[in-house]
């Protein structure tokens, strides 16, 4: 079964609405996940690295502003993408490290796809 | 910076054909990760190779690490529609989880 969990599946807002995606993991305590970002037709592109209790750390062109990430517990890292334009507009998914999976050791989430009007 | 290529980046297929999708390093790799998405949905782990030279299979689906650790070639024998879908390689260049992806291949399987 999934152990990841990532919230909403999908989601369409107006421009300039903030939109929070939430990545859970389920069986394991996740002290670092990780944000992917793939555009249409294209492959996955790592954003930022999650660390639980302190901050993220952002890739090269990301905006941090842009794209803040909360990593308050083991378990739960958010992503919020600030007033959002039809720019954002991407799927979004995120993964989780788990050290006792040693022939997996990544966990992704469903993704969430993201519209902006 | 490592970067993963893929070959082909599409593929169409008749039912029931044999296929091979290729992945190709710059830098050794370290590890070599296979998986599968459907369109806007999220990955599903296929396999996992680590050694030069190592082959793993799963079902109807084989994948193999060169000895040099630069290639990678996933294999689907006997392809069924239930195959299809965007076939990613990824690897972990730094050790530190942080994956990258190869381009990625679109696969059809006409029935």
Redesign the interface.
């Known amino acids: 079964g999934a152990v990841v969990s990532q919230h909403p599946s999908r989601v369409i807002c107006k421009s300039g609405t903030s939109v929070k995606i939430e990545c859970r993991s389920l069986d394991f305590q996740a002290t670092t996940m990780f944000w992917y970002r793939q555009f249409p037709k294209k492959s996955l592109m790592l954003m930022a690295t999650s660390n639980e209790g302190s901050k993220a750390t952002y890739e090269q062109g990301v905006e941090k502003d842009k794209f803040l990430i909360n990593h308050a517990s083991l378990t739960l890292s958010t992503l919020t993408v600030t007033s959002a334009h039809p720019e954002d507009s991407s799927f979004y998914i995120c993964s989780a490290y788990g050290q006792h999976y040693s022939n997996q050791p990544q966990h992704f989430g469903d993704g969430t796809r993201l519209s902006i009007l | 910076s490592q970067e993963l290529e893929q070959s082909p980046q599409s593929l169409i297929v008749q039912e029931g054909k044999n296929l091979t999708i290729n992945c190709t390093s710059s830098k050794t790799l370290y590890g070599l990760?296979w998986?599968k998405q459907k369109y806007?949905?999220?990955?599903i782990?296929l396999m996992?190779l680590q050694k030069g030279g190592e082959e793993k299979s799963h079902e109807k689906i084989t994948a193999k690490l060169d000895e040099k650790k630069q290639q990678s070639s996933l294999h689907i024998t006997a392809s069924q529609p239930s195959h299809a879908g965007i076939y990613?390689c990824g690897a972990d260049p730094s050790g530190?989880?942080?994956?990258?992806?190869?381009?990625?291949t679109?696969l059809k399987v006409l029935a």
Do not use: A
């Open positions: 990760y998986y806007g949905e999220g990955l782990f996992m990613l530190t989880y942080k994956y990258i992806f190869g381009t990625g679109r």
